[in-house]
């Protein structure tokens, strides 16, 4: 007669029941100057849907970025990208902007709704 090992088998239970989280994590590859890269990394199962919102010093305009932004807010110094239809995996926003800047004078967020809970999630870019 075999034996059952009851906490492998309710560990492989509980892994089955247990909402699929998204993880979607970004960082300043190039901070400071006038170009800056975002590195954003979206691991299984991707969120259906990203919301990047990138902020500016006071007087520092966005000329150019690949992709391009969906809304760009001169007055409160934003920048928007809406993803949608996400792949796991890494991907870049390159910016280039009116003067150079440090990385200290950099802040974005990354948002998503958790794809097994509905749950919004808020990530810093760091």
Do not use: C
């Not at 990394?41 to 520092?60: C, K, S």
């Not at 902007?97 to 808020?122: A, D, H, N």
Request: aromatic content about 8%; proline content about 10%.
């Amino acid at each position: 007669m075999k034996t059952v090992h009851f906490p492998l088998i309710f560990l492989f239970v509980l892994s089955l029941a247990a909402p699929l989280q998204a993880e979607v994590r970004a960082e300043y590859l190039q901070g400071g100057g006038n170009a800056v890269t975002i590195r954003v990394e979206v691991t299984r199962p991707a969120p259906a849907a990203t919301i990047v919102l990138q902020r500016f010093p006071p007087g520092v305009r966005l000329l150019s970025a690949d992709p391009s932004p969906a809304d760009v807010e001169p007055s409160t110094g934003t920048a928007r990208w809406f993803f949608k239809r996400i792949r796991p995996g890494r991907s870049t926003i390159s910016m280039q902007l009116s003067r150079p800047v440090s990385s200290k004078e950099l802040s974005g967020i990354i948002r998503y709704r958790e794809p097994g809970t509905g749950k919004m999630v808020r990530v810093t870019i760091r």
